[in-house]
């Protein structure tokens, strides 16, 4: 069958940055992005962008050093190339699923806390120097 032009739904435009999730990232998202930290394939992750930082921000609790620290290396890249949009996401991270986590005591709390400050402190700058 054959649309005429005004039958044919035009695509939405992007309105900016979403509001991109309240909690956890699915169990296969979070082992494919712990993979790609894994792997050392960290452009990659950066360009997923947002799609990746719930899975990260999970990474940044783990144990151990290795995949908190490519998790956080992948975080500032993604912050760097949009701080407002990076603040917005720990913002709703904080306000939403990861504050539950986030107050419990704990190493991996505590590790979680301090990433996302430094992150934040990030993004301030970003949007500052680009002001």
């Known amino acids: ?3 005429s032009p005004k039958e044919t739904p035009s695509p939405q435009p992007d ?3 979403k509001r991109p999730f309240t909690a ?3 169990p296969d998202a979070y082992e494919a992005v712990r993979l790609k930290l894994i792997r050392g394939h960290h452009d990659d992750l950066v360009l997923m962008g947002r799609e990746a930082v719930p899975s990260l921000f999970e990474a940044l609790g783990e144990e ?3 995949v908190p620290h490519a998790a956080m290396q992948v975080l500032r890249a993604i912050a760097r190339r949009d701080p407002k949009g990076m603040a917005l996401l720990i913002t ?3 306000n939403g699923e990861g504050g539950d986590f986030l107050a419990q005591p ?3 709390s505590e590790e979680l806390l301090k ?4 992150l934040m402190v990030l993004c301030g700058k970003g949007m500052k120097d680009a002001a």
């Open 1 to 3: 069958m054959h649309r």
């Open 15 to 17: 309105m900016g940055m």
């Open 24 to 26: 956890k990232p699915a």
């Open 64 to 66: 151990g050093e290795m």
């Open 92 to 94: 709703d991270y904080v």
């Open 106 to 108: 704990g190493k991996a």
């Open 115 to 118: 990433g996302l400050h430094e």
